[in-house]
């Protein structure tokens, strides 16, 4: 009964976004490019997603983070892998139309396709680490073997009771440095998404500093007139 309706709230949540970015999508001009259009609507679905699993989901109740996390069903993988489909589909169209910002025709059209693409690349990695926080607080409080106690595999420095915003601290943590600090993994299979957390970190902030530098290399290709301006 809880799991079922955990699952409505999360297709609830995931039905907003998609209604938020559906409506952004057709009321950006339409002489804009399809890649634009998409970019637009994918920040603010990727944005009113993070809005609502921050403000409903995200408890500073150990209690209340434990009630949710162990109640998560096996469609969590399903959900997760959409999530980063997701994501890796609007981290290339922002990168798309961040490189065409110098072909457009007004200052103005290449600002907009510069801010969309910034803020799609930044909620898509603030989106990565979010879906792992409740990964790891599934991972921690999921009775798997239903012997009526808890999983663990992680350990908390003064406290054996974490709440989500422990496991926030754990993931972007992770996300920012590729390693954990003071919590300690003490089992295998939190070991194993911890790798695939680091994998993906690394590569998804290794196209974000390869693409700043581009762009800043345009940009200011652009301001002392060596060049067209923006990234190539």
């Known amino acids: 009964m809880i799991a079922a ?14 209604v938020v970015a559906f409506v952004v999508y057709l009321i950006v001009p339409i002489w804009l490019s399809g890649a634009t259009r998409y970019v637009a609507a994918y920040d603010a679905g990727t944005v009113a997603l993070l809005a609502i699993y921050w403000l409903k989901f995200v408890h500073e109740d150990p209690q209340k983070s434990r ?26 169209s922002a990168i798309a139309i961040i490189g065409h910002g110098p072909k457009v025709h007004t200052e103005l059209e290449k600002w907009e396709a510069y801010v969309l693409g910034v803020i799609a690349i930044t909620a898509g990695w603030f989106l990565v680490h979010t879906i792992y926080t409740f990964r790891y607080a599934h991972l921690y409080w999921y009775d798997d073997d239903g012997d009526g106690t808890e999983c663990g595999g992680i350990r908390f420095p003064g406290t054996d009771q974490p709440s989500d915003w422990d496991f926030a601290y754990f993931s972007f943590t992770l996300g ?27 590569a998804y902030n290794s196209v974000i500093v390869g693409m700043v530098i581009n762009l800043l290399a345009g940009i200011f290709s652009a301001t002392t007139g060596g060049g067209d301006g923006g990234p190539k």
């Open 176 to 202: 920012t440095s590729f390693a954990v600090s003071d919590p300690q993994v003490t089992e295998t299979r939190v070991r194993r998404e911890v790798i695939g957390h680091s994998i993906i970190s690394f």
């Open 67 to 92: 009630d949710r996390a162990a109640a998560d069903d096996p469609g969590r993988n399903v959900v997760f892998l959409i999530v980063l489909l997701a994501v890796i589909s609007g981290l290339v």
């Open 5 to 18: 309706e955990r699952n409505r709230h999360r297709i609830v949540a995931f039905g907003c976004a998609a």
